[in-house]
């Protein structure tokens, strides 16, 4: 029997941030991911409480990554006084590895920042220059001078050209290794020849220098590219956090018998931990000793939590709810179902990877083709013509800067970023730009049940039909607890006062003392009630002192607008399928009351995968919705997959995308808008085959000078751009 | 046509003078909190110096 007062009993479960600080003489520095902050106050009240802690030097959130930054003097202030300062105040902590997760972060997006400011620079002293070349049409300004101002546009062009176009040359270069050809290739053909050719003409004391052609282009593609990967840094962000949430601290048991905190990365097989009741079981572990009720619906999708029993095998993600278990590991992290299922994600992906984006596909098609005609043109102009070299090289980089190919470099990012940016307001987070052009072409949908269609945790379903008073009663016992069941309660009844004198047997229930009477709220056996058999829902007896027990039943409710969900999304074309881990009479009463076809019960995560890797072979493309640790190989598997803010982190990183709040509808709209935006991306391929149709034979003729090319190329990017923005007025469907 | 050897200068000389003020910002880490930088205006210092010293 495990005793639960208030005071322990209560507070969340602690994570002893002591092994993530960092050491520098005396100095100690934590970096702790706080949620819930979103305003001034917060900010205010966690800094403010940070500086009346001990030795603290300095205490900074910084808002937009929901991080504190805490530096610190001496030893007098324990790690584990910080986090229960910040969830006194109503907030979360949890600590990270700040160098795991910011190796990659912030370097890309400082480096395209920089690429911006120099470009940004260098097209606005160019074009200034350059107006003043193009203004002098009566040639009042003599040789000399035109010459001089073409010379400074060239020191300031060619070293913000080579320098702003790294990242279109290195992606560019990239793709060309491996024998292929995205639009970065056309895009730093076009920069580089402009430049060059520019360099060439000035040299010459030639008509045709256009510095500022490559430097604007640079521009404008860099502040589309800055937008795209700041949208997708911010989604990413959020996935690695909830990862990092995960991970934390395990207490270790020494020899001696005292507990203390490591990080979960370094426990060993052998090593004896100490599992408090609202933890997860870090890595595969037998039990030694312990009574507790487990909630296994992470890893299995079961809903019930079942009895721990000595001896027995522990996966890593078992969530122990109410008793103290002692336990040895017998695997380190790597080797850990979590592992297991990793690696199964690992092998969805690398599929996925393989996948070509719209653009690319496209610029497959349309390099040669445009390089061709170029190339053509010079030969043309240079055998049949009887042109200059000179005249014959202007009329190939007319070609070029003519077809440079906004559809592809500006036009379909600026969907993505416009349908991303979209769909992040409604709360639903897109991890990769291709995920909405992987949904937009898919016809099936399969749905994880618990956790998924339902809320995965039992609610109180009959609480009118219950004598008053009694669940304010039932509750004051049941905040005690960490048992799913209890929790119900708890949340059904609000919140309020808890049963002082209270303890917790596993397995059977609650026991309390209120004035002067035994109140008891657990099993049927526990309060001495006759059970009513039924298998569908869960029951409760609450019983006070020696009155009859009163039942309390409870199911794991269906979401509110889960047939709403499934019954939009047929309308919309889809087949929906159910696969659960769960057993079959729930499974059934969940497919029936929503209208499934197809679905599956007692399906294992690998049995997910095959049925997955089925549908394929029919010639279906299926996505994934799902929550739980089982689901994470069969996210990664299917065409696509979504996944929710609360689920299981690995879930999360196998999902394309993730859904934030209880409701399911995000899903409607999130295929609407995937739906929507492919639908923008060919009008603008279409736009642009349209247009290069009508100015390649003008180009290739000689008709269109540099100038004039440059011209219609930034007409014509403006138009797939603001085509791209109107998807933002969209209405939305939820 | 004189004035321009001291214009271009100028124009140029200014148009660095922002790209290295930009450069400098973005290494100091102005653009890491854009949305604590909002809230933050809100917060009365005063009140807040008092309380730490």
Redesign the interface.
Same mark, same amino acid.
């Given at each position: 029997m495990v005793t639960l007062d208030a005071a322990s009993g209560l507070s969340a479960p602690f994570i002893d941030p002591l092994p993530f600080v960092r050491r520098k003489g005396d100095e100690r520095h934590l970096e702790l991911l706080v949620r819930g902050m979103h305003?001034?106050a917060c900010?205010?009240r966690i800094e403010?409480a940070m500086?009346a802690l001990p030795g603290v030097l300095s205490a900074r959130? $910084? %808002?937009?990554?929901g991080k504190l930054a805490l530096t610190w003097k001496g030893d007098a202030l324990e790690p584990r006084r910080i986090v229960s300062a910040i969830e006194a105040l109503g907030f979360d902590a949890s600590p990270f590895d700040p160098e795991t997760m910011e190796r990659d972060k912030?370097a890309e997006t $400082?480096f395209l920042?920089?690429c911006l400011?120099?470009t940004?620079?260098a097209s606005?002293?160019v074009m200034? %220059?350059s107006v003043s070349v193009w203004a002098d049409m009566a040639g009042e300004?003599?040789e000399g001078?035109r010459l001089?101002?073409l010379w400074?546009s060239a020191l300031?062009a060619i070293p913000a050209t080579l320098y702003g176009g790294l990242p279109f040359y290195r992606s560019a270069l990239g793709a060309l290794r491996v024998g292929r050809a995205n639009m970065d290739v056309p895009i730093s053909i076009a920069v580089l020849g402009a430049l060059l050719i520019s360099v060439v003409e000035t040299a010459l004391g030639g008509e045709h220098a256009y510095f500022e052609a490559p430097v604007m282009l640079l521009f404008l593609l860099l502040v589309g590219r800055v937008l795209d990967h700041r949208l997708r840094e911010q989604a990413r962000a959020a996935a690695k956090d909830l990862l990092a949430m995960q991970s934390g601290t395990a207490l270790r048991l020494a020899g001696d018998g005292s507990a203390a905190p490591v990080q979960v990365t370094a426990i060993a097989p052998g090593d004896e931990l100490l599992i408090l009741p609202g933890d997860r079981i870090p890595v595969n572990a037998v039990l030694i000793e312990g009574e507790s009720s487990l909630d296994r619906s992470l890893v299995t999708g079961e809903s019930m939590p079942i009895e721990a029993k000595a001896g027995e095998l522990l996966y890593a993600g078992v969530r122990n709810l109410t008793g103290r278990l002692r336990v040895r590991a017998i695997a380190a992290v790597g080797d850990s179902l979590v592992a297991e299922l990793t690696r199964l994600i690992e092998a969805g992906e690398q599929r996925r990877s393989a996948y070509i984006r719209w653009a690319d596909r496209a610029a497959e098609i349309y390099v040669p083709v445009v390089h061709t005609i170029a190339a053509l043109t010079l030969i043309g102009w240079l055998t049949f013509g009887d042109a200059t070299l000179r005249e014959s090289v202007m009329a190939a980089i007319a070609v070029l800067i003519i077809t440079y190919p906004c559809a592809l470099g500006l036009a379909v990012p600026a969907v993505q970023v416009v349908a991303t940016g979209r769909l992040f307001q409604a709360g639903i987070l897109v991890k990769s730009g291709d995920a909405l052009e992987r949904i937009a072409t898919c016809d099936t949908i399969v749905f994880d049940k618990t956790g998924t269609l339902t809320y995965g945790r039992p609610r109180l379903t009959d609480e009118k039909s219950l004598p008053p008073g009694t669940l304010e009663d039932a509750a004051l016992l049941a905040r005690t607890s960490r048992h799913p069941l209890s929790r119900a309660i708890a949340e059904a009844a609000g919140p309020g006062a808890i049963a002082s004198e209270s303890s917790e047997i596993a397995g059977k229930g609650v026991e309390a003392r209120v004035n002067g009477e035994i109140w008891r709220l657990g099993s049927a056996l526990f309060t001495g009630a006759q059970d009513a058999e039924d298998d569908e829902a869960l029951s409760l007896w609450f019983r006070k002192g020696e009155r009859a027990p009163v039942r309390l039943t409870l199911h794991d409710a269906l979401r509110t607008d889960a047939a709403q969900t499934v019954e939009a999304l047929t309308k919309m074309g889809f087949t929906c399928v159910m696969l659960s881990g769960d057993r079959e009479a729930p499974a059934r009463r969940i497919a029936e009351a929503l209208g499934f076809k197809e679905w599956e019960s007692g399906i294992t995560p690998e049995g997910k995968t095959e049925k997955l890797k089925a549908l394929r072979s029919e010639g279906r493309r299926a996505v994934m919705v799902g929550d739980g640790m089982n689901d994470a190989p069969a996210l990664a598997e299917a065409e696509a997959g979504i996944s929710f803010g609360n689920a299981a982190g690995i879930s999360q990183s196998a999902a394309d995308l993730i859904i934030e709040g209880e409701r399911l509808l995000p899903i409607v709209e999130a295929i609407n808008v995937s739906r929507a935006s492919r639908t923008h991306a060919f009008e603008n391929f279409a736009f642009s085959a349209l247009y290069n149709a009508l100015a390649i034979p003008l180009a290739v003729a000689g008709l269109v000078t540099p100038l004039i090319a440059a011209i219609a190329m930034s007409s014509s990017s403006l138009v797939v751009t603001l085509n791209a923005l109107r998807l933002a007025k969209g209405r939305a469907t939820t | 046509m004189n004035v321009l050897t001291f214009l271009i200068p100028i124009a140029i000389f200014l148009g660095a003078l922002g790209l290295v003020a930009f450069l400098w910002s973005l290494k100091s880490g102005q653009y890491d909190d854009l949305e604590g930088a909002a809230a933050r205006i809100l917060l009365d210092d005063d009140e807040d110096d008092a309380k730490r010293s």
């Open positions: 305003c001034a900010i205010s403010r500086h959130v $910084n %808002l937009s990554t912030g $400082n920042l920089r400011g120099v940004a620079f606005m002293n200034l %220059l300004m003599g001078t001089i101002l400074i300031i | -």
